[in-house]
């Protein structure tokens, strides 16, 4: 039942010392603005991370390097690349990999249009490419098999590419650019590529990877190989099993670390996690930290009130009050500075993190733009939940202070 008496007493308890109330209740206020930022900011990046690499993330990409040990007769300081027949075979033995592809790589090549040209990099892809890291248009298409059968002279620019060549909003598809001296179609334009992705296109013009095999006579040879597998496996497992299959036929020494490069999206990946679940787990150190300053704060204020009204203890105590009253008195007392300081700082808190997110969706930046930085419902549930729990712990001392106080003493207290 609702006492407004009590609650008035609370208030003018309260009231009484305003600033000592005040800058204690500031402790709680931090500690959860604290917790609420920097989870909301962990938990905002992961979703980032997520949302840019659950396709891929169990990707690897894998660089042919210079052979370094002698083997089979073969002397060191061999070139290597990697081949059609190479694919085939990897994909016939490892029957756990989902996509497998070449990627052809060339140095940079002068582009123009018009009276427009800047310098980008050339890359060959094969249809396979989009399966695995399912890269978004701004226009056109993407590199399909008949592109590549037919060894066709068109490409798709990276974004930056497409800014630098062409007109803002000008849709460029059907027209023709000059690339190192032959003529290309232009097909598709890329949208800018997550950091995430294996292969970032933004700096780069890529047309079909027979096409550029042709340009360089490299016959069916590639200069790198992605690999991709589902969510199920580890990829980590099947870099293991793809190593000593290419190193067999291309007569590298098994023990020959340096000739081959892999990058692994999902180690790369689960780095990056690990530390913001560092970020995370010191955010609620540093937060629970400065919570616990702040409800030594309202347990001292508390026991400050309980020595002060000693004396109108003891009279209640000899009217007959029963302890249950005062402990009550007491703890409610405490509940109501803590959730109040609380409720305000989750509310400061989660309107830092809807600003902080305002700006991010009007970055212009692609990938900023899709964070969110809320916390989740059931986090800030469980928030509330402990910052109601603390209030009520950080009563209990002078509130068996103040019952376990003797009823005579308590009366003669001046």
Same mark, same amino acid.
């Given at each position: 039942?609702?006492?407004?008496?009590?609650?008035?007493?609370?208030?003018?308890?309260?009231?009484?010392?305003?600033?000592?109330?005040?800058?204690?209740?500031?402790?709680?206020?931090?500690?959860?603005?604290?917790?609420?930022?920097?989870?909301?900011?962990?938990?905002?990046?992961?979703?980032?991370?997520?949302?840019?690499?659950?396709?891929?993330?169990?990707?690897?990409?894998?660089?042919?390097?210079?052979?370094?040990?002698?083997?089979?007769?073969?002397?060191?300081?061999?070139?290597?690349?990697?081949?059609?027949?190479?694919?085939?075979?990897?994909?016939?033995?490892?029957?756990?990999?989902?996509?497998?592809?070449?990627?052809?790589?060339?140095?940079?090549?002068?582009?123009?249009?018009?009276?427009?040209?800047?310098?980008?990099?050339?890359?060959?892809?094969?249809?396979?490419?989009?399966?695995?890291?399912?890269?978004?248009?701004?226009?056109?298409?993407?590199?399909?098999?008949?592109?590549?059968?037919?060894?066709?002279?068109?490409?798709?620019?990276?974004?930056?590419?497409?800014?630098?060549?062409?007109?803002?909003?000008?849709?460029?598809?059907?027209?023709?650019?000059?690339?190192?001296?032959?003529?290309?179609?232009?097909?598709?334009?890329?949208?800018?590529?997550?950091?995430?992705?294996?292969?970032?296109?933004?700096?780069?013009?890529?047309?079909?990877?027979?096409?550029?095999?042709?340009?360089?006579?490299?016959?069916?040879?590639?200069?790198?190989?992605?690999?991709?597998?589902?969510?199920?496996?580890?990829?980590?497992?099947?870099?293991?099993?793809?190593?000593?299959?290419?190193?067999?036929?291309?007569?590298?020494? /098994?023990?020959?670390? =340096? +000739?081959?490069?892999?990058?692994?999206?999902? !180690? @790369? *990946?689960?780095? #990056? &996690?690990?530390?913001?679940?560092?970020?995370?787990?010191?955010?609620?150190?540093?937060?629970?930290?400065?919570?616990?300053?702040?409800?030594?704060?309202?347990?001292?204020?508390?026991?400050?009130?309980?020595?002060?009204?000693?004396?109108?203890?003891?009279?209640?105590?000899?009217?007959?009050?029963?302890?249950?009253?005062?402990?009550?008195?007491?703890?409610?007392?405490?509940?109501?500075?803590?959730?109040?300081?609380?409720?305000?700082?989750?509310?400061?808190?989660?309107?830092?993190?809807?600003?902080?997110?305002?700006?991010?969706?009007?970055?212009?930046? /692609?990938?900023?733009? =899709? +964070?969110?930085?809320?916390?989740?419902?059931? !986090? @800030? *549930?469980?928030? #509330? &939940?402990?910052?109601?729990?603390?209030?009520?712990?950080?009563?209990?001392?002078?509130?068996?202070?103040?019952?376990?106080?003797?009823?005579?003493?308590?009366?003669?207290?001046?």
């Amino acid at each position: 039942m609702f006492d407004i008496d009590r609650w008035q007493e609370i208030w003018q308890t309260i009231t009484r010392n305003r600033w000592r109330s005040f800058f204690t209740t500031m402790g709680i206020f931090g500690g959860i603005i604290i917790l609420i930022i920097m989870s909301g900011i962990s938990n905002g990046m992961q979703r980032i991370i997520w949302e840019n690499t659950y396709r891929t993330v169990n990707s690897a990409i894998f660089y042919p390097q210079k052979i370094t040990m002698p083997y089979k007769g073969f002397n060191p300081d061999r070139t290597w690349l990697f081949t059609k027949d190479d694919i085939e075979i990897l994909k016939k033995n490892i029957p756990k990999i989902q996509h497998i592809t070449g990627i052809v790589t060339a140095r940079i090549t002068t582009a123009s249009y018009n009276d427009k040209s800047g310098n980008y990099y050339i890359m060959g892809f094969t249809p396979e490419q989009q399966k695995i890291e399912q890269y978004k248009l701004l226009y056109g298409r993407t590199i399909n098999q008949t592109d590549i059968i037919s060894k066709r002279k068109v490409c798709i620019l990276g974004e930056r590419a497409y800014r630098e060549l062409f007109s803002k909003k000008q849709n460029p598809i059907g027209k023709n650019i000059d690339l190192g001296g032959t003529i290309y179609s232009v097909i598709g334009v890329y949208a800018t590529s997550s950091n995430f992705n294996l292969t970032n296109t933004d700096n780069y013009i890529v047309m079909p990877s027979s096409t550029l095999q042709e340009c360089y006579n490299m016959g069916e040879q590639y200069n790198q190989l992605v690999v991709n597998v589902n969510n199920s496996t580890n990829i980590t497992q099947i870099e293991t099993q793809i190593r000593p299959i290419l190193f067999s036929r291309h007569n590298i020494a /098994p023990n020959d670390t =340096k +000739a081959l490069k892999i990058f692994n999206l999902k !180690t @790369a *990946i689960d780095s #990056i &996690l690990n530390l913001y679940s560092g970020i995370k787990f010191l955010s609620w150190l540093v937060g629970i930290g400065t919570l616990f300053a702040g409800l030594i704060g309202i347990s001292n204020i508390l026991l400050v009130v309980v020595k002060e009204r000693t004396q109108e203890i003891g009279i209640r105590k000899a009217l007959g009050a029963s302890p249950f009253s005062i402990l009550s008195q007491i703890l409610t007392e405490s509940f109501f500075l803590t959730i109040i300081a609380g409720i305000m700082g989750f509310l400061a808190g989660v309107g830092i993190l809807t600003l902080i997110d305002l700006l991010l969706h009007n970055s212009g930046d /692609p990938v900023l733009e =899709k +964070a969110s930085l809320q916390i989740p419902f059931i !986090t @800030a *549930i469980k928030i #509330i &939940l402990s910052i109601s729990f603390c209030g009520i712990l950080a009563g209990m001392p002078p509130a068996l202070k103040a019952i376990h106080a003797n009823t005579i003493d308590a009366i003669r207290e001046e």
